[in-house]
């Protein structure tokens, strides 16, 4: 058996080497590898010193008409309840539910018996009351007659006299007695007292009304109106005359004009609201009421106001500022945070109207307003038909 030769150590130093450089080349391609496809650190640079790009808003003055609308209900020009004004049983229906009837046209009439009879009466007092009266005068003419010639006592001339003032009383009380009975037979007829439409009008003929008992409603639609409310600082621009418009949610697409008609002289204690009444023409028919209303109503004159963005606004402690962006489109935008004086503008809740610190053309940021700071770098963008743009030196 014979024995393995050893290695030679001359060899297994080469071999080493080998390795080592082997190790080394590839270090070095892969290094070259990298830098070959790394960026470029000056396409980087702009990048990461690019400005925070911020959304703009340009200020200008525009004509403004302040406006409310407020919902409410159409309600009648005028609503009564009718009731019997004397008993009796009912004989003839004019009218049924919901029907529209004329002014004076018949509704209920109870059988007029009595009546009649009352007026018959108190006609019959009246014809006595006259015969009594003329025989009263003819007796007193008598008697004034015989006491010139002292033919009669004084006596018989002051009961000749009381005789006729009783007359004349007997005759005033029968005038008035058929007065009231003729009232009393015209009751028993009850007819509209308006033009309108009937509303709980369950009367059925047979049936017997007692003095006080309701008949029906009666409600004029010829003009309807709605009651709405205004804060103080808004109705002392309402008087009565001022238009307004109507939209009814049951006519879609159709306008309604109207005109105020009553303005409130006092706030209501509860609210502390102004209460004003808006009358609508109805004649057509195309409204009835209960239907839900959005009135729309002009407060005061037109006037030129200059608005901003409710976003574009900072509060702090109590104070408002804006980030106005100055500079020159062709070199660098900056902000310049500026304390300026707002109000709000009524029912737009997502506008200002500018009273101080900003003029008209100046932009102001829109975004990000918490994160700006000022004299900070940005490019400003602008919104158009065309989309959102950077504002550059073609801009106006």
């Known amino acids: 058996m014979n024995e393995a030769n050893p290695k030679n150590p001359k060899q297994t130093h ?7 450089l082997g190790i080394a080349a590839a270090g070095l391609l892969g290094g070259m590898l990298l830098q070959a496809t790394a960026p470029d650190p000056e396409a980087l640079a702009p990048a990461a010193a690019q400005a925070p790009l911020v959304d703009t808003y340009r200020l200008e003055v525009v004509p403004f008409q302040p406006r409310t609308t407020i919902i409410g209900l159409l309600e009648p020009r005028r609503e009564v309840e009718i009731f019997a004004e004397t008993r009796g049983r009912v004989i003839e229906i004019g009218a049924d539910e919901f029907d529209a ?38 007796t007193l003419e008598r008697a004034q007659g015989l006491a010139k010639v002292d033919v009669s006592s004084r006596s018989v001339l002051d009961e000749a006299e009381n005789a006729a003032r009783q007359a004349r009383a007997a005759r005033l009380e ?13 009751k028993a007829t009850i007819k509209a007292p308006f033009a309108g439409v009937l509303r709980n009008f369950n009367v059925e003929v047979g049936e017997y009304l007692q003095p006080g008992e309701p ?18 600082r808004q109705i002392v621009s309402v008087l009565p005359g001022t238009p307004a418009s109507l939209e009814v949610d049951a006519r879609p697409g159709e306008a309604f004009s109207g005109r105020v008609i009553s303005v409130s002289g006092a706030a209501d204690p509860l609210s502390r609201k102004f209460q004003l009444l808006v009358e609508v023409d109805n004649r057509a028919g195309r409204l009835l009421p209960g239907m839900v ?64 610190g900003l003029a008209e053309g100046e932009l102001v940021a829109v975004s990000s ?28």
């Open 14 to 20: 080469i071999g080493l080497k080998l390795t080592f």
């Open 101 to 138: 009837v004329a002014q004076e046209q018949l509704l209920v009439r109870m059988k007029p018996l009595l009546a009649k009879v009352a007026v018959n009466r108190a006609e019959a007092a009246i014809a006595r009351a006259k015969s009594q009266g003329i025989l009263a005068r003819a």
């Open 174 to 186: 029968a005038e008035a007695a058929l007065a009231e009975a003729k009232d009393r037979l015209g």
């Open 215 to 232: 008949i029906a409603e009666l409600l004029d639609v010829s003009a309807l109106r709605v009651r709405i409310s205004l804060t103080d």
């Open 293 to 356: 209303t959005r009135v729309d109503l002009t407060l005061g004159e037109t006037r030129d106001v200059m608005t901003l963005p409710l976003d574009s606004v900072l509060d702090q402690f109590g104070l408002r500022y804006a980030f106005v962006i100055v500079g020159n489109p062709e070199s660098d935008w900056e902000v310049v945070k500026r304390r300026i004086d707002t109000r709000p503008i009524p029912f737009r809740p997502t506008e200002l109207e500018v009273v101080a």
């Open 369 to 396: 307003i918490r994160q700006l700071q000022d004299g900070m770098i940005v490019q400003p963008f602008a919104y158009d038909s065309d989309g959102a743009h950077a504002i550059g030196k073609n801009d106006p």
